[in-house]
């Protein structure tokens, strides 16, 4: 009943990671080779979620508050799973195109997102932490961070973004995302990136009272 | 350079945790298409167990009974240092309880949470044999991370099943002498703790009915500890747990500095290579590493000395996973991953050397299950009159 395989013995020939050669457990298919295997293997899809669903989730609970994160994280992986035979094989990092899934169904829940967002923004003018409500642990969070005074300007400033600014600030802000990922995210191509962003950065400026640009 | 967007980085929104049980049931939609995929593969059982946390004791009111007349002392030093060590928090208390019936723990048909109740009929999927780093470093790349804050707490539910120990000697309390006996004590535990490790923690544990240690009569003693009962976990001046949430986040990310940490942590008698191993698996224990030191930890596990796969390994709640362990005092020590995922199940021992271990081969002589690792905003206050800091005085 209990076998027990000693380190040392040969390795044998190991199903995961598929079509990759076992050479070091560090060797890893790409997104592309699993959503690939995934088309006759659909199990294989799993690999896919357990390698992005945690970031996926962190930002859309960023952007909607933890009330919408599970089912927006779920939406987006079955989703990808159905649109799986649609994916770009040329594209070994599938996160661009998972943002690119959950931005659009993030905005199926703005009015949710200005919510919270007009709930930090009016955090300064409270004294105490109000009861009830996840958006307001967010506060603690702002007591911690250095520019705290901020946070409620910067929430307002976002709220005052249109949505597609937002959308493609926030993936390279809170996602991280580089900006030829955010334009493959986002279905755009990679200049007109740079001048959203230009004009987004111009706003912010103006709305949180900072100098103009060129100023030390 | 793009000051106005680094302004907006730096002040993201803490990500909410993504529960165990939320993630497994968004993974459990793309896996399962049809009657086949629902198949009852262990994440079932922890929604089961999460939708109801303490399904066990619901309707038993005697537990809420006992437990506001238990009295508690966390002991500076526990008796039961098995072959599965303990973490630190959680000795026996050396409780004395008044005669409250247990509710028998009864499974209810769908779910295997009661130690006691049906086994969770399960489809393994086909595992290819895999070598002991392998699968450590497919648990690595399944590390994730809940990313609490400071001032947040570690939530862990958990049952356990471990051995507790007595050697033959004078109670100083009684002053009655005891034969040298061994018993399987089980318990359902939620523990939290905080994650900087500057406020005070908080261990709930239900008792279960005791098993037999297998080759031994279980001894009347094991019969004292039932019912539920709390301790807070406070702060001790100046001493940090080790495994706060805060300092494993300073802990090395690369496998040889884990491994060289693995080695430097206390022993006690132990070789290096069962400490090195033993501390693998306080580092895991009712609490949250970080997924970088996660990564690094099981790659590091990897390279210790014995350590060995052990294919099919079922966890406390049944849940069936691959067996990572090592051999020690004759009993193999198994940190039990998910198949697919590699998350942390649980852990077991099992008897592989009989006279080692005294006990015969094959014997299951510990058994957990890790349930539910959540972020939790504070941690319940417990009236707890006994508790104060190991040397306290």
Sequence with gaps: MVRTAATDIPRPVSQWPPGVPDRTPLAEPSDAELIGASLDRPDDFAGVFDRHADEIHAYVGRRLGPEHADDVTAETFLLAFRKRHRYDPARPDARPWLYGIASRLISGHRRSEMRRLKAFARAANREERPPGGDAYDEERTAERASAAAMRPALAAALARLS????ELLLLIAWADLTYEEAAEALGVPVGTVRSRLHRIRAKLRRHLHLPEEGTP | MNDEIRMIARERPEAPPYSLAARAAARRRLTGDGPRGHGLFGRDVLRAVSRRPYGLAIGGAALVAAAAVTVVTVMPNGTATGPVAQPASEQPPS???????????????ASGEAGGGPEVVVALPKIAKVSAEEVLGRAARAATDLNPRDDQFIKVSSQTMYGAFSIGATDPDTGEASEESRYLYRTKRTIWLSAD????????????????????????????????WWASLPVCDGATRDTAYTSLR????????????????????????????TAVGDLLRETYLPAAQRAALFKAAATIPGVTVTQDAQDAAGRRGIGVGRVSSGVREDIIFDPKTYELLGERGVVVNEKAARSPVGSLVASTAQLEVTVADSAPEVDDPTSECANGG
């Design chain 1, 163 to 166: 949505a597609a600014e937002r």
């Design chain 2, 250 to 277: 300073r802990l090395p990310t690369d496998a040889e500095g884990m491994r060289d940490y693995l080695y430097s942590r206390e022993r006690g008698d132990n070789p290096p290579d069962v400490g090195a191993w």
């Design chain 2, 95 to 109: 409780a004395r309880l008044p005669a409250a019936p247990l509710p028998s723990a009864q499974g209810d048909g």
């Design chain 2, 197 to 228: 490790g500057t406020r005070d923690g908080a261990l709930k544990v239900e008792n279960l009915a005791p098993r037999a240690y297998p080759g031994w009569p279980i001894p009347e003693d094991a019969y004292r500890e039932k019912g539920t």
